[in-house]
T-cell receptor
Framework: DAGVTQSPTHLIKTRGQQVTLRCSPKSGHDTVSWYQQALGQGPQFIFQYYEEEERQRGNFPDRFSGHQFPNYSSELNVNALLLGDSALYLC?????????????FGPGTRLTVL | DQQVKQNSPSLSVQEGRISILNCDYTNSMFDYFLWYKKYPAEGPTFLISISSIKDKNEDGRFTVFLNKSAKHLSLHIVPSQPGDSAVYFCAASHNAGNNRKLIWGLGTSLAVNP
C-alpha cells in the first residue's frame, strides 16, 4: 500500500517563474492538504482540497493555487515566485474533511528560488 | 503571532531516561492537540493526540498531558530510545465556523544518546 507520494523531490526555480508540485494521496484517502515549511519553522497550512474543491485556506496570497483531480491526486501551483517561497512543501492526505483524523504526510518537495 | 509555542529548540537525553517535550498555546479555543515526529528527508508522522476534554492520553511509551488552565501540554517518552531522535512538532486545532485547520509549533529537536 503506497503512502503519500510527491513529485518532484527537489526543484530549483528563479524569481518570477511558475512552479507546479504534485501529490498522490494514500490509497483510500480523499482529502489533500498542502503545507509550506520554511527552514526552522513549523508547517504552515496553505489549503485543503476535498471533492475537487478548495475547502479551507490559510493566509497565503492568490499566487498559491491548487487543484484536485477525480482520482484525489492534487497539484499546488505557485506563480510569480519570490525568494521567500523557498521552502519544503508538504502534502498530507486524510479521510474526510475535518482534521481530527491522522494525516499522512509525503516526504515533501524542496523548492529553492534563486 | 505564534499561537503554538515550543520554546526549547533542542533537547538531549540519555537512552533509557525520560524525554519531556513541552508546548504552550495562547488560543483558548483550541480543542484538539497532536504531536508529530519528523525524521530528516521524511514528512511528519502522527504520534499521539489529545482532546481538550481529557488531561492525559497514553500510547505505549508515549504519554501526552494537557493542562488547560495553564494552556500547556507535554509529551513524555519513557524509556527514550535512540530511534526516537527526531524533530517533534506540537500542533493545535479548533473549529472556527466549520473551518478547521492545524496550527503548528516550530518543533523541538530531540537527540537520544546511547
Amino acid at each position: 500500500d503506497a503512502g503519500v507520494t510527491q513529485s518532484p523531490t527537489h526543484l530549483i526555480k528563479t524569481r518570477g517563474q511558475q512552479v507546479t508540485l504534485r501529490c498522490s494521496p494514500k490509497s483510500g484517502h480523499d482529502t489533500v492538504s498542502w503545507y509550506q515549511q520554511a527552514l526552522g519553522q513549523g508547517p504552515q497550512f496553505i489549503f485543503q482540497y476535498y471533492e475537487e474543491e478548495e475547502r479551507q485556506r490559510g493566509n497565503f496570497p492568490d499566487r498559491f493555487s491548487g487543484h484536485q483531480f477525480p482520482n484525489y491526486s492534487s497539484e499546488l501551483n505557485v506563480n510569480a515566485l519570490l525568494l521567500g517561497d523557498s521552502a519544503l512543501y508538504l502534502c498530507a492526505s486524510s479521510l474526510g474533511q475535518i482534521i481530527y483524523n491522522e494525516q499522512f504526510f509525503g516526504p515533501g518537495t524542496r523548492l529553492t528560488v534563486l | 503571532d505564534q499561537q503554538v509555542k515550543q520554546n526549547s529548540p533542542s533537547l538531549s537525553v540519555q537512552e533509557g531516561r525520560i524525554s519531556i517535550l513541552n508546548c504552550d498555546y495562547t488560543n483558548s479555543m483550541f480543542d484538539y492537540f497532536l504531536w508529530y515526529k519528523k525524521y530528516p528527508a521524511e514528512g511528519p508522522t502522527f504520534l499521539i493526540s489529545i482532546s481538550s476534554i481529557k488531561d492525559k492520553n497514553e500510547d505505549g511509551r508515549f504519554t501526552v498531558f494537557l493542562n488547560k488552565s495553564a494552556k500547556h501540554l507535554s509529551l513524555h517518552i519513557v524509556p527514550s530510545q535512540p530511534g526516537d531522535s527526531a524533530v517533534y512538532f506540537c500542533a493545535a486545532s479548533h473549529n472556527a465556523g466549520n473551518n478547521r485547520k492545524l496550527i503548528w509549533g516550530l518543533g523541538t529537536s530531540l537527540a537520544v544518546n546511547p
